[in-house]
């Protein structure tokens, strides 16, 4: 495993392995304090490409000022200890200047789709995410990226960044990992104390509720909303800042959920001071036609 920490290097090594060895590379994005989650990434790339790069980056554009992004955890000795059990061959680290030199001047904006949801909340935050694609994507120019499904808006996003600007790069979309209480994995769990950690478990209970109220036949994307925003006020140490019922494929706001397409609950909630996300996607309940006993 090499740690590779300059642009140029780690063009010119991916350079190497697409035009000489004709390897697959596989790129998994991350801001680092690597869990559980992003090894599910990692364990994909490793199964699909011949080289997995795993960037360790924590983007200074994506962050709000008065976020968290000086206290954001970091520890690359401990994140490369783990990327060596699963035998990555290079994680890309660079330092900020590195990313965004001097006169840095050039950002890339996916319109519309960033600024809702996410992008509401977190004004800049998509532009930061999708200029530091750009230049990953162009330094790595991976066959083939690894994105989490807990940042749905994220895999959006960049699915729509790859298509406009034709990036040779297959967007890989990996479902969300949890921990047995529910709570998904997130960098950002470090942040809270026990006693919140157990409060945040709100995310997910609310999210199954939007699947109880779904499947026992509500289809008014408001009330789906609203057993969301019950739940998660229910919890004293929560405080909700979103909850989207969208179309899972655009994120388009709907009124109702059709019968035919799945509806992607999102939501955001402060637990104490920390930040968290969640999502669930409900799959439209299709009626079951017996088309065996018609046709035979
Ligand atoms: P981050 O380091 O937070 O920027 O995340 C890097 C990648 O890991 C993103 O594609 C995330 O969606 C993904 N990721 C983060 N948490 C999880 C999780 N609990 N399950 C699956 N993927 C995750």
């Known amino acids: 495993m090499e740690i590779i920490n300059r642009r140029q290097r780690m063009a010119s090594v991916a350079r190497k392995l697409r035009r000489d060895e004709d390897k697959t590379i596989g790129l998994v994005p991350t801001m680092g304090a690597l869990h559980d989650g992003h090894l599910s990434l990692v364990r994909e790339a490793r199964r699909m490409c011949d080289v997995v790069v795993v960037s360790v980056f924590v983007n200074p554009a994506q962050f709000g000022p008065g976020e968290d992004f000086a206290r954001y955890p970091r520890d690359l000795t401990k994140d490369t200890t783990r990327l060596a059990d699963y035998n990555v061959e290079y994680i890309f680290a660079p330092a900020v200047e590195e990313i965004y030199p001097k006169n840095f001047a050039t950002y890339v904006t996916v319109e519309g789709l960033s600024e809702q949801f996410e992008g509401a909340s977190r004004p800049g935050h ?171």
């Open 126 to 296: 998509f532009r930061g995410v999708a200029t530091v694609l750009t230049v990953l994507f162009n330094t790595v120019r991976p066959d083939f990226a690894f994105f989490g499904q807990k940042d749905a808006q994220q895999t959006l996003v960049v699915k729509r960044l790859v298509r406009d600007l034709a990036f040779d790069t297959e967007v890989v979309v990996l479902p969300t990992v949890r921990e047995e209480s529910g709570l998904a994995l997130s960098s950002r769990n470090n942040y809270l104390s026990r006693e919140e950690r157990e409060a945040a478990v709100v995310l997910y209970r609310a999210l199954q509720r939007a699947k109880e109220t779904y499947r026992e036949g509500e289809r008014s994307a408001r009330k789906i909303a609203e057993a969301v925003r019950a739940a998660v006020e229910a919890e004293p140490r929560a405080r909700l800042d979103y909850v989207g019922v969208t179309d899972a494929e655009t994120m388009e706001k709907i009124e109702r959920a059709a019968d035919d397409r799945p509806v992607l609950v999102a939501v955001a909630a402060f637990v104490g001071k920390t930040r968290l996300i969640d999502n669930v996607v409900i799959q439209p309940a299709r009626e079951r036609r017996a088309t065996g006993a018609l046709t035979g």
